[in-house]
């Protein structure tokens, strides 16, 4: 068996004398592992970095063993990011995150689309915003997708100020009324869209994606949320 896609390097283990185990997103196979015999050498191994944007070939005899990978650098991502810690971080936690979350050779187009996009908004104004988009996007695929567009008690779409850690609903700050200690907060760059207004809107949309992919993608697996993705929200409050 073969065939042929676009990755985005999510991990790279050494395996044996030279090798490499590596896992990547690609756009038309989902989260797919295979070996690189040599990956693991001076000269391939920049290729297969977390983050990596790679053309690939994977070959084997069977279609569920674990095949081979063989490999050319597109965009070299995590070289971009290696003099900058909170993108390195934010890098490491994006890989982490969807290699942990999705499931195995189940093909997620959109998923891939929306990492190639943070990626490429690394160095940017703006990029942290990026990765809690790709995050609501990643619970979207997943079937956990969260309504933040109107208001769940009266169905308004202005003052959007809290999210139900029930439902994933949005609600208004006027329909929160006494209850409003018990909803998670809504930031407004993600009812309104735009960028964060401060620090603390960014921190508040990462806690509320963070709240719904522990609830409803890691906790089911017994798994917590990956500790690279806690190193970078704590790099982004240093």
């Given at each position: ?8 390097v ?7 004398e030279?090798g ?10 989902g ?11 001076r ?34 991502y ?7 810690a ?7 936690a994006a ?9 195995e ?13 943070f ?12 990765y809690v ?42 329909a ?6 018990k ?11 735009g960028?964060p ?19 409803h ?7 917590p ?14």
């Amino acid at each position: 068996m073969e065939w042929t896609d676009r990755g985005i390097v999510l991990t790279g283990r050494p395996h044996g004398e030279g090798g490499l185990v590596a896992s990547l997103l690609t756009r038309d196979h989902g989260r797919h592992a295979g070996f690189v015999p040599g990956g693991g050498s001076r000269r391939a191994r920049p290729i297969w970095q977390p983050g990596n944007l790679v053309d690939v070939v994977w070959r084997a005899r069977l279609a569920e063993q674990l095949g081979n990978y063989s490999g050319e650098l597109r965009e070299a991502y995590a070289a971009r990011a290696l003099d900058d810690a909170s993108e390195l971080a934010g890098l490491a936690a994006a890989c982490a995150t969807i290699d942990t979350a999705l499931p195995e050779r189940e093909p997620h187009p959109a998923v891939f689309e929306g990492f190639h996009a943070f990626l490429a908004a690394l160095g940017h104004a703006g990029w942290p915003m990026i990765y809690v988009r790709l995050e609501l996007g990643l619970l979207q695929e997943l079937g956990f997708g969260l309504d933040l567009e109107k208001c769940a008690v009266s169905g308004d779409t202005e003052d959007l100020a809290f999210v139900s850690p029930r439902t994933g609903r949005a609600v208004s700050r006027a329909a929160a009324g006494p209850y409003k200690e018990k909803l998670l907060p809504l930031p407004a760059f993600l009812s309104t869209g735009g960028l964060p207004a401060d620090d603390d809107e960014l921190h508040q949309g990462l806690d509320l994606t963070g709240y719904f992919l522990e609830r409803h993608v890691f906790w089911p697996q017994n798994k917590p949320l990956p500790p690279a993705r806690s190193r970078f929200k704590e790099t982004l409050h240093r």
